[in-house]
């Protein structure tokens, strides 16, 4: 039975009365959905070696809203002129050569109307048409220079096969050997979300171009094997490239044991660089190539559903034992804030950078991310950067003087800044949103602590609609951030903004198992998910009623991923929303152990296989209390994703609510991936949000919708 006999249909247009423009500012106006195709984000800054100038891409949606466009942009890092477009086309990963005269880049073309492999091209800062240096039939990854600007080293997956076919010429009259497109699988992780299926035959390894001569260089392989490589670096004397890898065929049965190698330019044997008791992420050889800088997280003993973070640093050698510098620091080393507005093409580039006497990394504490100091003598953490913000990523000159960094706000996209970390200094560079967003009346999100049912305390981010009226109460909605250890933060998010915009107040927590309050608040959940994080959740819902801010009976509740899986939770186990909308969830987890792209057969979530704990599985898992669902349930799932397949999630709600007859949709969006809400096409992102505040609307502020009758 439809639930519109909860709504006050007087009060829900008081509601909309008092968010409408006429009580604005002339000039300004709420943010809309569509207002994301004309979003422009900065992504990969990449600071010159003299630190005068930073080069980045610059990302936007393209004409028919289907995709996006990206070029290499460069800025004066002193800000005095504005950002110039230096390449156009689909170009990414921007790396300046040792003298600051070249930049390699990757670029992607098109080729029968469909996208090409991305190969690496130069192009001179004096001008001139960039060249081509590699033509890969798997295409080459970003570039790493070698000290002296004569060498490019790279990753591909191009095989000895796939330069065969390409160097095979036609034989007249003779058909084409046909491949067969049959796959034999033999590992548990066969797809990923994203790439989708996986050829173990054709794993990244490490190739280099010579830059001498004219055309298109003859690239070499430096590395083989069964085993992948990724993160190039090279030793400061250009004798060794490194690089980061699992040598294991099957790692899903160990815990994660990521370590840095390193091998001989020229080609030969490979050699451990550094080691920890768990899986190494970005990393910094120091200055001399004597020691190294990284990032990484030590496997617990027991294993644990968690492992926070930490910054090390050891010699560089097989035998070397790291130091960890922030064991004392129960915050996430190179962490960040959960939002929908990253940029959708580019990299990400945050990694160690070595100071005088510190190290500089950006780290999350209790949803900030900024960037800290962290001396190698004491391992005392200092803030470098403070404030309701998010360092998204960065880049430093050699001596560490100048960072080059995204940093966005509740308010701002993320701009391109540059700072001195002498003198504090700091400077915006890009301003490509300015325009729109002086359009927009954007509020920050209140911050709000709350006592949970165990005493804990509970951080949470509340977003208010424009010219909020504390006289007035309103319709919640409850968001739930996925992983489930993620967090929210100080990040600009449109989809709470939007969701404001359009009348609702937003409160979205971190319960127990988010990143950024320590350790032992994100591991607290283990074997335990969902479960007291939902009473959390609640608390939040209560805390809001009690300060007078919403209505008790226009509770919304949405979520995606771990959020879609606590949304399923929150309906099997309580009357109390009006309205749901699951997102790409779970809702069997025997189901989804088997297919997800990733295992789970190391005991971090479950303590065993479901045959072997089934018990555990039905009773972490909503569609066993399917039956007990009296909220209006909408399903949103990505027919690409593999993360949270869709017959593990909201197919299986979907068609149980049909069978008892009650209020339930399932939205899909054809060809989409795990990462629909955050790099998924244009048109599908808007749709997306449509269809959330679309169901809201219906349940909590009585709006008719004919989409959602049974056709």
């Known amino acids: 039975m439809l639930k519109l006999g909860r709504l006050r249909p007087a009060l829900a247009l008081a509601v909309l009365l008092a968010v409408l423009p006429l009580a604005q500012a002339a000039d300004q106006r709420p943010i809309g959905e569509t207002d994301l195709f004309r979003f422009v984000w900065v992504a990969d800054p990449q600071i010159s070696p003299d630190g005068k100038q930073v080069a980045f891409v610059r990302v936007s949606v393209n004409k028919k809203k289907e995709g996006y466009d990206s070029a290499i942009w460069l800025a004066p890092a002193d800000g005095s002129e504005p950002p110039r477009a230096f390449t156009s086309g689909q170009d990414t990963n921007p790396r300046w050569s040792p003298d600051g005269s070249q930049l390699a880049f990757n670029r992607s073309v098109e080729k029968d109307g469909k996208p090409q ?55 007249p009259g003779k058909d084409e050997e046909r491949e067969s497109d049959v796959r034999v699988i033999t590992r548990a992780v066969y797809r990923f979300n994203g790439p989708g299926y996986l050829d173990p035959t054709r794993p990244a390894h490490v190739w280099a171009v010579e830059l001498a001569g004219e055309g298109i260089p003859k690239p070499r392989r430096v590395t083989t094997g069964a085993f992948a490589e990724d993160d190039l670096s090279w030793s400061p004397d250009g004798q060794r490239i490194y690089y980061t890898s699992n040598p294991v065929k099957e790692p899903y049965y160990s815990e994660a044991d990521a370590n840095v190698y390193s091998v001989p330019a020229a080609g030969g044997e490979a050699v451990k660089a550094a080691d920890i008791e768990g899986a190494i992420g970005d990393y910094a050889l120091s200055p001399d190539g004597k020691r190294i800088a990284l990032v990484g997280s030590l496997n617990g003993k027991p294993t644990r559903s968690y492992d926070q973070p930490d910054l090390f640093v050891a010699d560089v050698g097989p035998t070397a034992v790291a130091t960890n510098l ?145 006289s007035q109460k309103y319709p919640l909605i409850l968001n739930i951030h996925g992983g489930p250890h993620a967090a929210y933060g100080y990040t600009f998010f449109h989809e709470m903004q939007w969701m404001a915009a359009k009348g609702y107040v937003v409160l979205y927590p971190n319960p127990r198992g988010s990143t950024s309050y320590g350790q032992e608040f994100g591991n607290v959940i283990q074997y335990r998910y969902p479960g007291d994080d939902y009473k959390d959740l609640m608390a939040g819902v209560d805390e809001l009623i009690k300060r007078g801010v919403v209505d008790s009976k226009w509770l919304g509740v949405t979520g995606g991923s771990g959020g879609g899986v606590l949304t399923n939770w929150t309906v099997t186990h309580t009357d109390r929303f009006a309205a749901a909308v699951s997102q790409r969830s779970i809702s069997d987890w025997a189901s989804w152990w088997y297919t997800a792209d990733f295992t789970l057969f190391t005991p971090r979530w479950f303590r065993g296989a479901p045959f072997e704990q089934a018990p555990d599985f039905a009773a972490r898992s909503a569609i066993s209390r399917v039956a007990r669902v009296q909220t209006p349930l909408m399903l949103i799932e990505g027919e690409a994703d593999w993360r949270t397949p869709a017959p593990s999630g909201g197919e299986q709600m979907f068609r149980a609510l049909k069978y008892l007859k009650k209020p339930t949709v399932m939205v899909r969006f054809p060809d989409e991936s795990h990462e629909l809400s955050r790099s998924g096409r244009p048109w599908h992102r808007v749709e997306r949000l449509q269809h959330i505040v679309g169901w809201f609307d219906l349940y909590l502020m009585g709006k008719a919708n004919e989409a959602y009758e049974v056709q």
Do not use: C
């Open 117 to 171: 492999p991305g190969q690496l091209w130069l192009i001179s800062l004096r001008g001139g048409e960039a060249r081509a240096l590699t033509d890969l039939p798997k295409g080459a990854g970003a570039a790493a220079w070698s000290p002296d600007g004569k060498t490019i080293a790279f990753t591909s997956t191009t095989s000895d096969k796939d330069l065969a076919k390409k160097d095979r010429k036609p034989e």
């Open 326 to 470: 922030t064991a004392a620091y129960d915050y996430d080393v190179d962490g960040g804030a959960t939002g929908d507005q990253r940029a959708p093409r580019g990299a990400s580039p945050s990694a160690p950078v070595w100071a005088k006497d510190a190290l500089l990394v950006k780290t999350a504490e209790k949803g900030r991310v900024g960037l800290r100091r962290v001396d190698l003598a004491s391992k005392k953490v200092e803030p470098i950067t403070s404030g309701d913000e998010e360092v998204m990523s960065y880049t430093a000159t050699a001596d560490a003087r100048l960072v080059a960094m995204i940093v966005s706000t509740p308010v701002a996209l993320g701009d391109l800044h540059v700072l001195d970390t002498a003198s504090g200094q700091r400077r915006q560079l890009s301003h490509f949103n300015d325009a729109l967003f002086a359009e927009l009346e954007l509020t920050p999100p209140e911050d709000v602590w709350y006592t949970s049912f165990d005493g804990r305390k509970i951080h949470a981010l509340v977003q208010k609609p424009p010219r909020y009226s504390a």
